[in-house]
């Protein structure tokens, strides 16, 4: 595979294109040409599955023009052209036409593969209301299933029951249905999916009034997200009849309830919308998903009563790029307007968390541990706000500063401001005697002078904050807040037991360190707080990410977390692909370097300092991955086992072992390692 890592193909992705060609009213040749020339661009374009419009080969709004049997046989004529044409073009095509079928008239969708005629899907329901006249013309098909026919000098499929597979490329099953069968309360398309389908195409006419393009919008994200695939919908769009209707050429691919791509509406020309689908993921999520399959039990197995058309794609596993937008930042939107909603989601869950809690233990304090950091300072303002919540004062949250040895001015300073500007109770309790008393009991060589920063250097100061938390809080009445954050739990950089890993509850245990970093920003610039805490929040987000555990080296440098573990943008990323998808590390890998690789391509979250953009070439990204893989399956898990309680927060952002993630305390990272190994270059 590695000479192939640049590949979609090798990737589990799939190129496909919706199109909305000009049409000519009753005029198959021309039509066939405008359905040849965008053919030929998805060709150029390395696109594997074009979508095109219902009766595009005829046009829809022609009316009693389709019981002429001229027009009939003219569109056969023209199919017969087109399918001539693709056996030297490498995407799948589909395209409408009224088929003529044992005395009947059927709306058909088409599937064309190298020559050759796949299958015709026949529509299932007919709409016969408003402006709508199918039945006048058409037989329905629902209920023909098993059957051939013959058409363009081809013996072919003909029914609703048809599925079509590729032999050489895993994952590419597609199904067609038309226009109204997804208006209809059980959608083809929903038996398909539950038969194995991943792309599912509709191919529309659908004509425009005012406020049916959300309608259209809302029906494909749906169908996408519930039957846990691609959904393609290409409606006519110029050059359809306007006696008594218009047409406004809508496109869209959605995954999975997400908008991949889409045409611009009204258009005065031909286009097309083209996006590469991750089918591979589509299968992962339904086989982690179990009420989709319990749904294909329910309904009967529907596998068994499809046929499957299987077909050699041939595919080219080049390097043809990537269409796909994918965010650098996982847990964190780019679009200004879904980051707040996620924001105050995300830190009104927190604060909900927490209220149940101390309502629930009845304690009158929160113990807390500010060291003036992010995931302390995020910890205190979730708790000041339940307390606000609760109607409790402010002054029962006990913040707590513990100095060390490698403790900055400006880290603690910051926790007081902090503190004063909240109005909780602060103190300060030195933990550099007691660490000292600790180091020389145990014969360490810093108690006599030796500059060693050992792990035990690090776990005494960790573990005697965490140890005097919990005797506080036993002597106050109280419980502790826990601070550490969701990406710290996946790489293991935590103290077990008598250290940060542990506390009575952790707001943060489910949000990933990216994401806490424009929690605060928001709560910040929204007001949460007084003008004095806002800017402590903000002076606390340009502090480097750091233990504080090590004393700085001879430069002055301090110690970085980043340096050990990597950096948190690549491992949230890294984090987000393998336990919420279960994707291979050669597909995260893949993904990584087209979201990283360049920093001026794609979107950046709102408000992302400009000096903060970095871009990370395959060799860093290969790297900080084997880093990941090492310590997220190997080493960590037993930390994890062990997890306090805490509110989900955000999908794919759950360790606990009472919840989204259960794996072994002795695992081997092996296999994964083994992995990118071999198939990253």
Request: glycine share 8%; with cysteine.
């Amino acid at each position: 595979m590695t000479s192939n890592f640049y590949a979609i193909h090798t990737q589990g992705l799939v190129r496909v294109a919706v199109c909305t060609p000009r049409v000519a009213v009753g005029d198959p040749g021309f039509n066939a040409d405008e359905t040849l020339a965008l053919a030929k661009d998805g060709h150029a374009r390395a696109v594997d599955l074009m979508l095109f419009p219902e009766l595009g080969l005829s046009a829809y709004a022609i009316d009693d023009l389709l019981l002429q049997d001229t027009l009939v046989r003219r569109v056969e004529l023209e199919l017969a052209r087109l399918v001539e044409a693709s056996t030297a073009l490498s995407p799948v095509l589909i395209v409408g036409a009224p088929v003529a079928h044992n005395g009947r008239l059927y709306n058909c969708a088409i599937a064309i593969s190298r020559g050759r005629i796949l299958g015709v899907v026949p529509k299932s329901f007919l709409p016969n209301y408003r402006e709508y006249y199918e039945n006048r013309w058409f037989a329905p098909g629902a209920g023909v299933v098993g059957l051939h026919t013959q058409i363009a000098g081809q013996s072919v499929p003909f029914g609703t029951d048809l599925l079509f597979t590729a032999a050489d490329l895993p994952d590419f099953v597609f199904h067609m249905e038309m226009c109204e069968d997804f208006w209809a309360a059980t959608p083809p398309s929903t038996q398909a999916a539950l038969a194995g389908a991943l792309i599912l195409c509709n191919l529309s006419a659908s004509n425009i009034v005012v406020g049916k393009a959300d309608d259209r919008a809302l029906l494909c994200a749906s169908q996408s997200l519930r039957c846990q695939a691609a959904y393609l919908y290409s409606a006519a769009g110029p050059g359809e009849s306007t006696t008594d209707l218009a047409w406004d050429g809508q496109a869209t691919i959605h995954e999975l309830g997400v908008l991949l791509a889409q045409t611009d509406r009204f258009p005065a020309k031909a286009q097309m919308a083209v996006a590469d689908v991750d089918v591979e993921r589509l299968r992962l999520e339904r086989m982690r998903t179990p009420t989709f399959n319990n749904a294909a039990v329910a309904s009967g197995r529907p596998e068994t009563c499809f046929r499957r058309v299987e077909f050699h794609h041939k595919p080219s596993f080049q390097d043809v790029g990537l269409l796909r937008a994918i965010d650098r930042f996982p847990f964190v939107p780019d679009d200004l307007a879904r980051l707040d909603k996620d924001c105050y989601e995300a830190f009104n869950i927190q604060v909900q968390g927490l209220a149940k809690r101390l309502d629930a233990t009845k304690s009158r304090h929160i113990v807390v541990g500010v060291s003036g950091g992010l995931d302390s300072t995020h910890a205190l303002i979730v708790a000041a706000k339940a307390f606000d919540a609760l109607g409790k004062p402010r002054s029962d949250i006990l913040g707590f500063t513990m100095p060390g040895f490698a403790t900055s001015e400006g880290t603690k300073s910051n926790a007081w401001r902090l503190m004063r500007a909240l109005g909780v109770t602060g103190e300060e309790i030195d933990i550099k005697p007691a660490a000292r008393q600790l180091l020389t009991d145990l014969g360490h060589p810093f108690a006599v002078g030796e500059p060693v920063y050992d792990v035990t250097f690090e776990n005494v100061q960790a573990g005697l904050r965490t140890d005097y938390l919990f005797r506080l809080a036993n002597q106050r009445g109280g419980f502790v807040l826990g601070t550490g954050d969701l990406s710290e739990l996946a790489l293991g950089w935590c103290t077990y037991g008598v250290g940060d890993q542990m506390s009575h509850y952790n707001v943060n245990g489910s949000v990933a360190k990216t994401l806490i970093q424009h929690l605060i920003r928001w709560v910040a610039t929204t007001g949460q707080f007084d003008a004095d805490a806002s800017q402590t929040l903000l002076s606390v987000l340009s502090t480097e990410i750091s233990p504080e555990l090590v004393p700085a080296d001879a430069s002055g440098a301090i110690q970085s977390t980043q340096a050990k573990v990597g950096p948190y943008e690549l491992q949230d990323f890294n984090l987000y692909y393998i336990t919420r998808y279960g994707l291979r590390p050669s597909k995260v890998a893949f993904l990584a370097w087209h979201a990283w690789k360049d920093r001026d391509a794609g979107h950046w979250p709102a408000h992302f300092p400009a000096e903060a953009r970095n871009a990370y070439d395959l060799a860093a990204i290969k790297h900080w991955l084997g880093v990941f893989l090492f310590r997220f399956f190997e080493i960590s898990q037993f930390k994890r086992s062990a997890m306090p309680n805490g509110p989900k927060v955000i999908s794919g952002g759950n360790l606990s072992p009472r919840g989204d993630w259960r794996a072994p305390s002795d695992g081997s990272a092996r296999i994964w390692l083994d992995e990118l190994q071999a198939n990253v270059p």
